[in-house]
């Protein structure tokens, strides 16, 4: 990636030749300030700030922590080619962008501070690095997706703040580009989020049938400076005794493929591939037992696609078990930042898995839920496992925004054939 610097850098320049402000007139030194640029710095779609328009608007603040001295100086224009006289001692100086939104577009966050000190008669060198402190998300659509939706729209949230593209018949936020001979799809303009989990929502509906089709996708642990190039895809058919800034605008370029379920190839019938694995019926040996065709499923009607589901009143977690082979096991595993330790005072051995067949203790706080335990499940081929009020009182544990919660569901039936499934929901 290029790299993009800007300069600031402080000279020894004669007091004859610009203006003087004194701020402490004990002993003292000099320091002053004067601006250099180079390269280039580009905004994808946006008007392009110069170098010396993004520099001049920092803000920058010294502090002296000895007696807490401070002074601000907004924009930096302010003190341009000004002789800035401090007392001598240690001080803290801090430079950063003028405006830090947690969510903004085309709005990237430089910080940057350092200690340096004024000796009596002397011009302070000091020298800082002011680095991208919030994290950038830019957006790239395939052939394939934009073919497959009619319209669509991507949001990204930290909790803190929410940032939309879309696409639909009014407007577009993407542009066709050709990158190593193949199309796609561009964002116009990149997403800056203050550090925090990030959630990212897509939605759409499919060009063949107007079918709606969504899907989550959550980026845990970002960290400043990353870059997070989201790739959508959908199934288819120094100067003497001065002071310099640098601007480090490098970034750490993550990719992550986002699959949009729900665009699956239609097969036609009579075309199907057979399984070289399995047999033609009649053709087992004589005595012995068939492997059981079916093991134990999960349905969720209301999400089929088992899309993470936001946590609040309109949530539908009703979930229906089918086992063919009757039901002889059935526990949930929970792992979730907040309803975890309270399972684990619920379970008889403080485990975070709930056993619904034999934890007695665990069956009789279940059942004031209404969720089916014991006799309820054992043996049984259909079980209708609602769990939309045990996963609601996640919210009794005021969780952060974007945060996830997981319910790893593992049954097992009468032939010993295992479901295990994870339903996930995320807290708003």
Avoid at 28 to 55: F, H, P, Q, R, W
């Amino acid at each position: 990636m290029k790299k993009t610097v800007y300069t600031i850098i402080a000279a020894a320049i004669a007091l004859t030749s610009c203006n003087t402000e004194v701020f402490i007139t004990e002993k003292k030194g000099e320091m002053t300030l004067d601006l250099s640029c180079s390269s280039e710095y580009n905004i994808v779609g946006t008007k392009a700030e110069s170098d010396e328009d993004i520099i001049n608007n920092f803000s920058v603040k010294i502090v002296r922590p000895a007696d807490g001295w401070t002074k601000t100086f907004e924009p930096f224009s302010s003190i341009k080619g000004t002789v800035i006289s401090l007392g001598s001692g240690n001080y803290t100086i801090t430079a950063s962008s003028p405006v830090k939104e947690d969510a903004a577009f085309d709005q990237p966050v430089y910080e940057g501070s350092t200690d340096f000190t004024i000796s009596t008669g002397q011009v302070a060198n000091v020298s800082l690095i002011c680095k991208v402190s919030n994290v950038k998300v830019s957006l790239q659509l395939s052939k394939n997706f934009v073919e497959e939706l009619s319209d669509y729209s991507i949001t990204v949230t930290n909790g803190k703040g929410i940032l939309k593209w879309e696409k639909n018949a009014n407007q577009t936020d993407f542009k066709p580009v050709i990158v190593e001979g193949e199309t796609l799809y561009t964002g116009i303009k990149s997403g800056y989020f203050s550090v925090a989990p990030l959630t990212i929502q897509v939605n759409g509906h499919r060009s063949l049938d107007n079918s709606s089709a969504s899907t989550s996708y959550f980026i845990n642990d970002p960290k400043a400076a990353d870059h997070h190039i989201l790739k959508l895809d959908a199934n288819v058919t120094g100067t003497l005794g001065g002071i310099s800034i640098t601007i480090d605008n490098t970034v750490n370029d993550i990719e992550n493929t986002v699959k949009v379920p729900g665009f699956e190839e239609i097969p036609v019938p009579g075309d199907e591939p057979q399984d070289p694995g399995t047999e033609e019926p009649g053709t087992e040996e004589p005595g012995t037992d068939p492997e059981p065709s079916t093991a134990p499923t999960l349905v969720w009607d209301a999400n089929p696609t088992f899309a993470p589901m936001a946590i609040n009143d309109a949530m539908n977690a009703d979930l229906v078990v089918n086992a063919p082979e009757k039901i002889a096991q059935f526990k949930v595993k929970v792992n979730s930042p907040n309803l975890t330790a309270a399972i684990q005072g619920l379970t008889t051995d403080g485990s975070d898995t709930m056993d619904l067949v034999n934890d007695a203790a665990m069956i009789e706080f279940l059942a004031n839920l209404g969720i089916p335990t014991g006799e309820n499940i054992v043996g049984k081929t259909t079980v209708n496992f609602f769990i939309t009020d045990l996963v609601k009182m996640i919210n009794m544990y005021g969780p952060e925004a974007g945060t996830q919660h997981h319910f790893i569901l593992i049954v097992t039936d009468e032939k010993g054939q295992e479901m295990n499934k994870k339903v996930t929901f995320v807290s708003e």
